[in-house]
């Protein structure tokens, strides 16, 4: 039936798309990173680095996305995150794009109370070679929970036990009474 397909359109529309966070993407990254700060890393600025260092945690600990083009961005407003095998709801405003990460990584940078000449040496890292996404969009896991979820519909609503009456002689039939006796 029409209303069937329309639900059935419904639940593949609400899915919220799933992605893996990559642990090992995360934990090279933040390697990498670490290894080129400690090229010009001082025991007198070692708080400044050291909160750089957090900062960057920081936010591939909150996940990095680079959302695919089949999906329409726009209309994505949260996605699940499975970490270690559990997934949880994330809203995509409140995670980074490649262009947001590097936005606040550089706006930190310059905030810290360092030499120019330090300033300078972060800028020339080029920090768009170190920061990668670290959550995968998994297509194969989002299908199955649209398919988990259009086998939970109900070909029909309400239920019908042998023998209940459904209408009596004179009553008014509604709606939802029409459905139970098509």
């Given amino acids: ?33 670490n290894e080129r700060i400690n090229r010009f890393k001082s025991e007198k600025h070692e708080k400044e680095f050291n909160a750089f260092l957090d900062k960057f945690k920081a936010i591939y600990e909150k996940g990095i996305i680079l959302m695919p083009a089949k999906l329409p961005a726009s209309k994505v407003k949260s996605i699940l995150v499975v970490r270690n095998n559990i997934a949880q709801e994330e809203k995509v405003e409140e995670l980074y794009t490649l262009k947001k990460a590097y936005s606040e990584l550089t706006a930190f940078a310059n905030s810290l109370k360092l030499p120019q000449n330090v300033k300078e040496n972060i800028a020339g890292m080029n ?18 929970a649209v398919e988990n979820s259009i086998k939970k519909i109900s070909p029909t609503q309400g239920m019908v036990r042998q023998g209940e009456c459904i209408i009596t002689k004179g009553e008014l039939v509604t709606p939802e009474k029409y459905k139970i006796l098509d």
């Fill in 1 to 33: 039936s029409e209303e069937l397909q329309a639900e059935i359109e419904r639940v593949g529309a609400e899915q919220p798309p799933i992605f893996v966070f990559n642990e090992n993407t995360t934990t090279g990254q933040i390697k990498l990173f």
């Fill in 127 to 144: 920090l768009n070679d170190i920061l990668k996404q670290n959550l995968e969009y998994d297509a194969n896991r989002t299908k199955a």
